[in-house]
């Protein structure tokens, strides 16, 4: 070992007996295992193989049947991934898949990438394709009228850009061009065990990587050189990403402040970020005091933490994802900060999957009704400007009789705030 990493070791656990996060922390951090390095965690997961993909285009064929749409066109994006498994990057050159009830999937393809399109589609599948002075959405509607779906409907991955659609609707004049968020989000909106188990495995990498980024604390330190310890050790479990770590007042600010701050003496450091395992993705947050908490901090973090477990106690399936929100705001103002939005600035949380942010939002106002693999984001805070903000997030997915936190080791306490694996 050279004396550079002996030394950044030593300064490790000296900042982290500076956190005072606690003996039992300390304990884990001084036994052998601690000491052994990182292992890679996504070594050896099974991906998804084409019996998934397979069962994901039947479900959204059932569920074009029971919108009454004829047909479905996904274009380059997460969708596109999502149902077919082929990635293509977005470009002014209209490039897709018609999805129906009818038939196997066609694409459509602008011809000088038909070759490239050729080594991602499934074999067997049909490519139709469109020269550079030919309309591709004129393809589309040649589609249509094969299906015997000419003046049909034919939905609308939401994920398409808007030239898409106007140029859908624009050349399809006898068909209805319709929202295909029913077939998309009815999809993507409930995960399967498979993708369940990506999601636990990137929210334990992520928190790993967070317990160890939190042992290289120090005073005068930049949120860069936290965020970096973060990342590498992400990338030693096998995945890629990280944390955007904020120190003392600007954690206040949920999404971060501009202002430049180094690490000082009283601080609090809030870090948000995650990985993803297979293309399915983690959002963590973690606050914790660098030194002694004040008296206000370790009562804002108690609250937050409370209002955390009231949600997910509140989540079950027929629950509203308004109710959830609302079992964590209530605890939030009966602790005196509230009302409405004024300390707990934002919704309780977001779909998750394969992005970050997606359908369905814990948020006032969505009456839709919770299901067993529903996968959320549960993030309560409180946020002080000019103090301090404290926010703790775990992932959750709904159960056949309530929910549980996606990865484990959530916070225990300000000092423990990466609970046991």
Not at 154 to 172: S, Y
Not at 181 to 209: H, Q, S, W, Y
Request: net charge neutral; glycine share 12%.
């Amino acid at each position: 070992m050279s004396p550079t990493r002996r030394s950044f070791i030593k300064a490790g656990a000296i900042s982290v007996a500076a956190l005072g996060l606690g003996q039992a922390e300390a304990a884990k951090r001084d036994s052998p295992l601690q000491g052994q390095p990182l292992e890679n965690l996504v070594k050896g997961v099974e991906p998804l193989g084409p019996a998934d993909f397979a069962a994901r285009i039947e479900k959204a064929k059932r569920l074009m049947a029971a919108n009454r749409f004829d047909a479905l066109f996904v274009g380059g994006g997460t969708n596109l991934l999502y149902f077919t498994k082929v990635g293509w990057w977005l470009s002014e050159r209209v490039f897709g898949v018609v999805l129906s009830p009818k038939k196997d999937p066609i694409w459509v393809s602008p011809a000088f990438e038909a070759p490239r399109a050729q080594e991602l589609v499934p074999a067997g599948q049909e490519i139709r394709t469109w020269q550079e002075h030919e309309s591709p959405y004129a393809l589309i509607g040649g589609v249509l009228k094969d299906i015997g779906a000419a003046t049909g409907r034919l939905a609308a991955a939401p994920d398409l850009r808007a030239f898409e659609v106007f140029g859908l609707r624009r050349t399809l004049t006898g068909a209805e061009i319709v929202d295909g968020a029913p077939v998309t989000e009815g999809c993507r909106g409930t995960k399967t065990a498979k993708e369940i188990a990506f999601m636990d495995l990137a929210n334990r990498i992520t928190k790993i990587a967070y317990r160890e980024g939190f042992k290289t604390l120090r005073e005068g330190m930049s949120p860069r050189d936290l965020g970096g310890a973060i990342a590498a050790a992400t990338q030693k479990l096998g995945s890629q990403g990280g944390g955007g770590p904020q120190f003392g007042p600007n954690t206040a600010f949920p999404h971060g402040s501009q202002v430049p701050r180094t690490l000082q003496p009283g601080d609090c450091v809030l870090v948000d970020g995650g990985c993803s395992v297979e293309g399915y993705r983690s959002d963590v947050t973690r606050t914790v005091v660098f030194g002694r908490p004040s008296d206000k901090q370790r009562r804002v973090w108690d609250i937050v933490k409370k209002a955390q477990d009231a949600a997910l106690a509140a989540a079950r399936p027929g629950a509203t994802c308004e109710s959830v929100d609302a079992a964590a705001r209530k605890v939030v103002e009966d602790a005196g900060y509230g009302p409405g939005y004024k300390y707990f600035a934002h919704r309780l949380g977001h779909g998750i999957g394969m992005e970050g942010h997606e359908y369905p939002y814990l948020v006032k106002g969505n009456a839709l009704r919770l299901e067993p693999g529903m996968t959320f984001s549960n993030e309560p805070g409180i946020y002080i400007y000019g103090e301090f903000g404290v926010r703790t997030e775990d992932c959750m997915v709904v159960t056949e009789s309530g929910a549980r936190v996606l990865g484990g080791m959530a916070a225990v306490s300000i000092e423990e705030p990466i609970g046991p694996e």
